[in-house]
């Protein structure tokens, strides 16, 4: 996995060069540290790399931390960001609260607080990073479900967990009619009129989620991901996918890798 990026904004060389040092031996390498002495050269590495953390002074010549952030977010960039400052100000600490930023350090910093700091900033980080993902993968219609509560008959929620725990093998509408003692003909029925979905359409969203997930996560191959979720051959996978998704999984896959470079 790639490491997280850790970008440090500030004007004067020695605070930039202060905070460097101490993040650099602090992450032992787990994290990249960049740096930057104003917003110009700040939005440069923000079109190279991924950043996942933004530290920046608030006031620098040119282009104040405030303006940098609303440049960034206006481009679609994502950092968690700390705001770092001489002085306390209120109305910058409002505008920066507005805009979203987490934590508001007055200098001179502590080595300890600085990294109490940007720890917090990481688990928020990878706890929005966790979201942006879930969103991508999870299916609309099976979160409505599930809130829902719709699926109120008892054969019907036994039907469903048999399916969760089958769905990446082949399975029958017959198959889940015997498992919870009904007439297949009105399982199908019941199905769709608790849950809104046809039998078929729900095994169908259910593996598409597995495989979405495994086309975010991993490099397995399409053919792979194809029998991870449940089907036979990737061919027919390929057609289910495009006609849910509308686009092709190894479609799919690249999209995602081209928002993973540019957010």
Known sequence: MDRKTILIVDDEQTTRRGLTKTLEKWSEG???ILSAADGQEANEL???SKI???ITDICMPEMNG???LKGIKEKGYKPVVIIISGYPDFEYAQEAIRLGVINYLLKPLSKQKLIEAVEKALEAEASM????HLEKVADKKLLNLEASGRQSNSAIKD?????NDHVTKPITLREVAEAVHLNASYL???FKEQTKLTFSEYVTRNRLQIAK????????????IAQQAGYQTAKYFIKIFKDYEGITPSKYRKLSELDEATI
């Open 129 to 132: 990073e966790r979201a942006d």
């Open 52 to 54: 996942h953390l933004l």
């Open 213 to 224: 997930n495994l086309l975010l996560t991993t490099n397995v191959p399409i053919e792979e």
């Open 66 to 68: 405030l303006n940098l």
């Open 30 to 32: 787990k994290y990249q």
């Open 188 to 190: 199908s029925v019941l």
């Open 159 to 163: 039907a469903i967990a048999y399916v």
């Open 46 to 48: 923000f079109s190279q």
